[in-house]
C-alpha cells in the first residue's frame, strides 16, 4: 500500500502523515495570531481571507475531487457521471442537514441558525466553523484514500498537494476564527483554543475518509463526489456571500481568482 524508493522526497506513509497533520498545524498556527495582534482583523482583511479560502476550495472540488471521481468508474457504462453527479448532490444536502441540527452562529449575517438553545455566542461561533471544517478533512481523506487504492507514488503526491492546498487557507482561517473569539471571550488564550479546537476534526475526519475509501472501494468516485458537494456548498453558502459584506467586493473576488490559481497550480504540479 505505501511506496518507498530510495531518492523519493518521500515516503507514501511520510506523505500521508504529514498531510493529514499538515492540515490541522495551519489552523493552529493561524489561531496564535491572538497572541501577537491586538487588534480584530479588518473588514478588508477578512474579505480577503474569505475570498482566498473559496477559490482554493472551489479549485480543489474540481481538480482533486470531482475530475477523479468522473475517472474513477469502471462499472457504469455511459451512467459513467451518476457518482460523481449524485455524490456531489449528497454532500451538499449533508451539510443542510448539519445546519439544521446543530446550533450555530454565522458570523457574516450576525444571525443564528439550528435548533433553539441556551449555548453562549462563541460555542455557537465555534461549532458553525467546526462543521464547515469536516468537508476538508473528508477531503484530505478520500484523497489520501484513493491514493492507496492506486497504489502510484504520484497518487500520493497528488493528494499531498491537495492537502498542502486547504491546509494554506487554514492559516489564515485559524486568524478568522480566533480574533472575534477573543472579543467575545476577552481571553486570548480560550480565543486560541477555540481556534485550534476548530481544526482538531480535520485530521480526525481525515482519517474516517481515508478508512472508507480504502475498506470500500466501489463507494471511492461517490466519496470524492460528496467531499467536493460539501466544500461547495460552504463556499456558496457562506464565503462568498460574506465576501462581498464590505464596500470591496473586487478585493474577495480577486482574492478569490488568486486562491483558484493557486490550488489549481499545485494540483496540476503535483498531480
Same mark, same amino acid.
Given at each position: ?33 491572538v497572541y501577537f495582534l491586538k487588534k480584530d482583523i479588518s473588514t478588508k ?87 464547515? #471544517?469536516? +468537508? *476538508? %478533512?473528508? =477531503? &484530505?481523506?478520500?484523497?489520501?484514500? @484513493? /491514493?492507496? $487504492?492506486?497504489?502510484?507514488? !504520484?497518487?500520493?503526491?497528488a493528494a499531498l498537494g491537495l492537502a498542502i492546498g486547504l491546509g494554506i487557507? #487554514?492559516? +489564515? *482561517? %485559524?486568524? =478568522? &476564527?480566533?480574533?472575534?473569539?477573543? @472579543? /467575545?471571550? $476577552?481571553?486570548?488564550?480560550? !480565543? ?20 472508507? =475509501? ?13 467531499? !467536493? ?43
Amino acid at each position: 500500500m505505501f511506496y518507498i524508493k530510495r531518492g523519493d522526497f518521500m515516503s507514501d506513509l511520510a506523505m500521508l502523515i504529514f498531510g493529514f497533520g499538515f492540515i490541522f498545524a495551519m489552523t493552529t498556527l493561524g489561531s496564535s495570531i491572538v497572541y501577537f495582534l491586538k487588534k480584530d482583523i479588518s473588514t478588508k482583511a477578512n474579505t480577503i481571507i474569505l475570498g482566498f479560502a473559496s477559490g482554493i476550495m472551489i479549485a480543489a472540488s474540481i481538480w482533486s475531487l470531482l475530475i477523479p471521481a468522473l475517472e474513477d468508474v469502471e462499472d457504469y457504462g455511459k451512467l459513467y457521471w451518476l457518482p460523481a453527479a449524485v455524490g456531489f448532490l449528497l454532500g451538499g444536502g449533508f451539510l443542510v442537514l448539519m445546519d439544521k441540527l446543530v446550533p450555530h452562529f454565522h458570523k457574516g449575517t450576525n444571525q443564528e441558525e439550528g435548533p433553539q438553545s441556551s449555548l453562549k455566542k462563541s460555542t455557537k461561533l465555534f461549532l458553525a466553523v467546526l462543521i464547515h #471544517n469536516i +468537508p *476538508e %478533512g473528508l =477531503a &484530505v481523506g478520500f484523497a489520501f484514500g @484513493a /491514493a492507496a $487504492n492506486i497504489g502510484t507514488h !504520484a497518487a500520493y503526491i497528488a493528494a499531498l498537494g491537495l492537502a498542502i492546498g486547504l491546509g494554506i487557507q #487554514n492559516f +489564515p *482561517e %485559524g486568524a =478568522a &476564527v480566533a480574533l472575534p473569539m477573543r @472579543a /467575545a471571550t $476577552n481571553s486570548s488564550h480560550k !480565543a486560541f483554543l477555540y481556534g485550534m479546537g476548530t481544526g482538531v476534526v480535520e485530521p480526525i475526519f481525515a482519517i474516517v475518509g481515508y478508512f472508507l =475509501a480504502t475498506q470500500i472501494h466501489a463507494l471511492q468516485p461517490w466519496l470524492l463526489a460528496f467531499s !467536493a458537494g460539501a466544500m461547495i456548498f460552504v463556499v456558496v453558502e457562506d464565503l462568498i456571500p460574506d465576501c462581498h459584506l464590505d464596500h470591496h467586493p473586487h478585493l474577495g473576488t480577486w482574492a478569490l481568482m488568486i486562491g483558484f490559481v493557486l490550488m489549481m497550480v499545485l494540483d496540476v504540479a503535483l498531480g
